[in-house]
């Protein structure tokens, strides 16, 4: 008869296969990464969206992609640059990144667009100024969450092989949304954010999207 695993050998086992997992994801989601900005270089889109939330933070901190992050990618574009944006969606889902659902704020406009590929989504925010900052909205549960930070320029940068902007002052944006950031933290939840500003009922779920043209978001 085969003798019981313990407890310890079993959560040893488990962290092995898992990091056998996670050492074959990698590859394919930087491969899905470089695809999608090799597709966007090449749309009205280009120089006009940025890289942000647990990407930007796996560069800035470690230079690679967090372990933990291997399955979302977040990207940020104005929404008067939406006609561009429309134009990126379809050339992306013709490449494979299959349009998911996309999220309606308060007021009726289109904020948040998600697509999926090998397994993982890749989600993209837009962007309102309001004087001197950026305001976009994300959703926990039933609940909208507004979201402010600092308005700043994007500047070049380079990562997994490609170029991609982000904000000139990273340390600021990623400090105004995970605190001290180059301190891992376990229990971090977005909904918890500082860039939040206010938390209420969403008036709408989200809703399938086919990344249909006219479907974006507006100012």
Known sequence: MRPLESIEFRARRVGRAWSVRLGLRRPVFVRDLQRLNDILAATALA??????????????????????????????????????????????????????????????????????RHGAQFEFFALWRVEDRVRYFM???????????????????????????????????????YGDWRTPRRDWYFGDAGTVIR????????????????????S
């Open 47 to 116: 120089g006009r969206y940025s890289m942000s939330g647990g990407l930007l933070l796996g560069w800035a901190r470690d230079r690679r992609i967090l372990t933990h992050d291997l399955y979302d990618a977040d990207f940020t574009y104005f929404a008067e640059d939406a006609p561009a944006f429309e134009s990126a969606a379809q050339a992306l889902a013709r490449a494979g990144f299959e349009p998911d659902v996309r999220y309606i704020n308060n007021e009726g406009q289109p904020v948040e667009y998600r697509f999926r």
């Open 139 to 177: 959703y926990d549960g039933p609940d909208e969450l507004v979201c402010e930070r600092a308005d700043q320029e994007l500047v070049l940068f380079w990562f997994l092989d490609r170029n991609w902007l982000k904000p000139i002052d990273h340390d600021a944006a990623l400090t105004a949304n």
């Open 199 to 218: 938390r209420h009922l969403a008036r709408y779920a989200d809703e399938k999207w086919d990344g249909a043209a006219g479907q974006a978001a507006r």
